[in-house]
C-alpha cells in the first residue's frame, strides 16, 4: 500500500489473517519504505522470507 501525504507517506505491507477488513489485533501493518529487492507475489507468503 502506498501513502502519499502527511507524516506517515511511504510504502506498507499489510499482512492479513484472511479474515475480511484489517483488524490490529490479529493483522500486521510494516512499513517498508526504503526496501531493495524483489517481494514476493501476492497470495501466502511464507513467514521466513520476513521473519528470520
Given at each position: ?19 475480511a ?32
Amino acid at each position: 500500500m502506498q501513502v502519499t501525504t502527511g507524516a506517515i507517506a511511504g510504502t506498507y505491507l499489510v499482512i492479513n489473517d484472511s479474515t475480511a477488513g484489517f483488524q490490529s489485533s490479529n493483522d500486521l501493518l510494516m512499513n517498508i519504505t526504503g526496501f531493495t529487492g524483489t517481494l514476493p507475489a501476492l497470495g501466502s507468503i511464507p513467514v521466513g522470507n520476513f521473519f528470520v
